[in-house]
């Protein structure tokens, strides 16, 4: 049995022991896993924490290697609990039911399903929440990250997705990790001498594309960006760099490590949305 430790939810310390795991187990070598989580607190865990997880969880079933998490811990059992982590590799499913209502549940990231997420996303914040805000653009910000990693990441199946929702804030935070090529692999197919920290900022120009597919705008990264609002920050890791941007500002940065594959964090604040119009009485004398 090996044991796989985290000690802490800072985000660099995370990701860097999530490659780590990753890379320890590449072959038939071990034959079971715990997760454990000592001292950490389920308040901290945010969506990077929870898909980048998945991600790896996915990684090592495929190896056919027994998983458990040390239910001693709280994030252990909240994993099992609350987020019913058992239910993707032991039962199979692609996505399960969560009492708990600011949460929209882990979503295993399927190209048949790669509209759905984001239709139920917002009508789960109309049904739920009785949001009046007019949601096209969380909608179609969720669907332009599940294209991106369908069409770009040669995941192999290995995406998911993660929601929280603030309902007394009016926060969506939205995390989309995959376990694939990376952006700065995906870039240098048409740009073969841009660095990663290069690539990420091509990623997210409008009508960047490397044409994947044949549908594809380019429109992608950039229209997640323009979905998060002026006072919350997007996060762009893949690689072996990371590009964060706030309002008109963009930084990238190398990294002290590689990360096979992409995450994006961004965060949507509905309080900057506007209020959805409706039309009480439909005729043509409207128009």
């Not at 800072?10 to 590449?26: F, G, H, P, T, V």
């Not at 290697?65 to 040390?70: C, L």
């Not at 708990?100 to 739920?128: H, S």
């Amino acid at each position: 049995m090996l044991t796989l430790t985290f000690h802490t939810t800072n985000k660099d310390s995370w990701l860097s022991k999530i490659m780590e795991y990753r890379n320890c187990i590449q072959s038939g070598d071990c034959d079971a896993v715990i997760f454990t989580f000592p001292g950490i607190e389920v308040k901290n865990l945010k969506p990077v924490h929870i898909v980048s997880l998945a991600c790896l969880i996915e990684h090592i079933n495929r190896f056919n290697v027994n998983i458990k998490v040390d239910r001693k811990t709280a994030v252990g059992d909240y994993l099992y609990r609350t987020l019913k982590f058992r239910e993707y590799w032991a039962g199979g499913r692609d996505h399960s039911h969560i009492e708990d209502e600011n949460i929209l549940n882990l979503w295993r990231l399927k190209e048949e399903q790669k509209e759905l997420y984001g239709n139920e996303v917002a009508n789960y914040l109309k049904t739920k929440f009785k949001s009046d805000k007019d949601l096209s653009a969380v909608k179609l910000s969720i669907t332009e990250a599940f294209y991106n990693v369908c069409d770009h990441a040669d995941a192999k199946g290995n995406a998911f997705s993660f929601i929280l929702f603030d309902p007394d804030k009016q926060i969506l935070q939205i995390a989309v990790c995959d376990f694939g090529i990376g952006i700065g692999n995906s870039v240098r197919t048409i740009l073969p001498y841009v660095t990663d920290e290069e690539a990420l900022r091509k990623a997210i120009e409008p009508k960047f594309t490397v044409r994947s597919k044949v549908h594809n705008s380019g429109m992608g990264l950039y229209t997640i960006r323009g979905s998060s609002t002026e006072d919350q920050n997007m996060l762009i890791l893949s690689n072996g760099a990371f590009l964060m941007t706030k309002g008109e500002s963009i930084r990238t940065q190398k990294m002290d490590f590689e990360f096979q594959g992409t995450l994006v964090y961004y965060k949507i604040n509905l309080n900057h949305y506007e209020v959805a119009e409706t039309l009480d009485i439909l005729d043509f004398d409207y128009l």
